[in-house]
């Protein structure tokens, strides 16, 4: 069956970065699409970007460009979100999503909470 | 890309059927047929309920109905259950080739 599996919670300071992973199973990793979503606590869901793990192909939201690299690694079947200059507003979990086709999130990560904290 | 409009609340009685609207604009929901609805329980990852503005992923069952009309998108869910209390969200595929989210409705299950 079809897993995302995201690495654990991360404790970071305002400025530094944060890497999160995310390891695909259960189907052809470079067939499909990856989308990173977070959601700060008790708030909605935020699309931030997609990478493509077939070309490396990037497409970020707006408010994230500039701060947020996505990245894939074919040989382990995982794909990467880095985000940084973090500050308290960055604190959240943070998803990722499998695309297919014309719509993504018919699989999920279980989520990585990342805090950002003096 | 401003966050799709849905109502921050609904609810209903077992047994009955709710409707959980999500608005955007000609650069979104009017643009393409590209609206998904995700239902969260609290404390969990997001699920997909709909895609393509009206199919259902197998599993999904088919009280969970979806439907679009212009910029507005529409979820129904027929026969409430309890189990069905849960956060929703809307989201869209966009003209700028990004994705954007409803800000999400809290379902009650009176």
């Known amino acids: 069956q079809v897993q995302l599996v995201q690495s654990g919670a991360e404790a970071t300071k305002p400025g530094a970065s944060v890497k999160v992973s995310c390891t695909a199973s259960g189907y052809t990793f470079t067939r499909h699409g990856i989308s990173w979503v977070r959601q700060a606590p008790g708030q909605g869901l935020e699309w931030m970007g997609w990478v493509s793990p077939d070309n490396g192909k990037t497409n970020y939201a707006q408010k994230f460009k500039g701060r947020v690299t996505m990245t894939t690694d074919t040989s382990t079947a995982t794909a990467y979100m880095e985000l940084r200059s973090l500050t308290s507003d960055d604190s959240a979990f943070y998803y990722c999503?499998?695309?297919?086709?014309?719509?993504?999130?018919?699989?999920w990560g279980q989520g990585t909470l990342v805090t950002v904290s003096s | 890309q401003s966050a799709l409009t849905q109502p921050p609340s609904v609810s209903g009685s077992p047994g009955q059927s709710v409707t959980i609207s999500c608005t955007g604009t000609s650069s979104d929901v009017g643009s393409y047929n590209r609206v998904s609805w995700y239902q969260q329980p609290p404390g969990t990852a997001p699920k997909l309920l709909i895609y393509a503005v009206n199919n259902r992923p197998s599993g999904v069952p088919d009280r969970f109905s979806g439907s679009k009309s212009g910029s507005t998108a529409s979820l129904t869910i027929s026969g409430l259950q309890t189990e069905d209390e849960a956060d929703y969200y809307c989201?869209?595929?966009?003209?700028?080739?990004?994705?954007?989210f409803g800000g999400g409705t809290k379902l009650t299950v009176l």
């Open positions: 989201s869209s595929y966009t003209t700028t080739t990004t994705w954007v």
């Open positions: 999503a499998r695309h297919s086709g014309i719509f993504f999130g018919d699989n």
